[in-house]
């Protein structure tokens, strides 16, 4: 599918709602105030996880004003149009809900199923999944043609690329809303089929799974980054993992492996690797200098 829909039948979108508020959730939340100025919700399970994301969206507000690209009056209108609870019913107003939760079919469908009970049947939902199946996502929603695919890239605030994901359900108005989405929010949009890993994941998982690959083959991990020095990518291998998470990397890894065993190999080194809470050593500046606890294990 190439193209953007006609852009006169979106939605107007006058408040945003985001479920969960981890990070990469906390980084739409911001994104979503300073481009669209509108309200954002964000909820979680629990209070103390909406606070952790409301202290990392204050602290970059307050980083944005130190670099003068805010000013105090612009803070705190920022500040004040980000709203953080626990109480879902506070999704009954928005027009464009967002889900940022663990990459987990079952727990996207469950979350998409509480949500649906709460909101009108024309709101927009979108799924940040960066691999898995958004059709299968919406199996069980009373409405699937309003779920659509909206996928961002780490980190949020600077990566200029959103891949929205059509199913065979979704609507015009969906596919629509979420183009105009994106534009309001700076990005470039590309339409992308509902396949594993869409585009981007598919070259990545190439990327990190056969850097991890070859260091357990036996290459020292420096050289490995070496070796991808001259290719001009603006981050080595394992400097990609640890900003996307080694637990998404190795998601990411077995979904592809399990979509496409013949192209694609579930790496279980790679995937022990995710369990361990750091494994890659840095200096000052974030670039890699080992792998001493991969190293012990
Ligand atoms: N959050 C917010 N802003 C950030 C940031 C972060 N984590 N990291 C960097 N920035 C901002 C900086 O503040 C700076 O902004 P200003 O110029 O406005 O001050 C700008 O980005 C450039 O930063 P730096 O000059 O410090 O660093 P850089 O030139 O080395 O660029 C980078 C940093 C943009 C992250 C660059 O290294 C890059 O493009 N890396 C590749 C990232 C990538 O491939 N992401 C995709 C991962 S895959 C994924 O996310 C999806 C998935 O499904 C797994």
Redesign the pocket.
């Given at each position: 599918p190439v193209g953007a829909p006609d852009k006169a039948l979106a939605k107007k979108v006058q408040k945003v709602g985001i479920i969960g508020a981890g990070l990469m959730a906390s980084q739409f939340a911001l994104l979503f105030v300073r481009k669209l100025q509108v309200p954002v919700l964000i909820t979680d399970l629990d209070q103390a996880r909406v606070d952790k994301g409301l202290a990392y969206i204050h602290e970059e507000i307050g980083k944005l004003e130190q670099?003068g690209r805010l000013d105090g009056d612009g803070a705190n209108r920022l500040r004040a149009l980000i709203h953080g609870t626990t109480d879902k019913s506070e999704y009954a107003d928005c027009d464009f809900v967002i889900e940022a939760v663990f990459e987990e079919v079952g727990v996207k469908q469950q979350v998409f199923g509480e949500i649906e009970k709460i909101v009108p049947a024309d709101t927009i939902l979108a799924t940040n999944t960066?691999?898995l199946s958004v059709e299968e996502i919406g199996e069980k929603l009373e409405h699937p043609e309003r779920l659509v695919g909206f996928?961002f890239?780490?980190?949020v605030?600077?990566?200029p690329l959103i891949e929205i994901v059509k199913t065979p359900t979704t609507n015009e108005a969906a596919l629509s809303t979420a183009f105009v989405v994106a534009k309001g929010l700076g990005k470039n949009a590309v339409l992308t089929a509902d396949a594993p890993g869409f585009v981007?994941?598919r070259l990545?998982a190439k990327v990190m799974g056969e850097a991890a690959r070859a260091v357990y083959e036996g290459t020292p991990l420096l050289t490995v980054e070496k070796a991808f020095g001259p290719l001009g990518l603006?981050?080595t291998p394992f400097q990609?993992i640890d900003?996307?998470g080694w637990k998404?990397?190795a998601h990411?890894q077995d979904t592809m492996a399990s979509a496409f065993p013949e192209r694609f190999y579930a790496n279980e080194n790679f995937h022990q690797l995710a369990e361990l809470p750091q494994v890659v050593d840095k200096d000052k500046n974030g670039k890699v200098t080992g792998w001493t606890k991969a190293a012990e294990k």
């Open positions: 670099k960066s691999s996928h890239f780490n980190p605030a600077v990566m981007v994941n990545l603006p981050m990609l900003l996307v998404v990397a990411v």
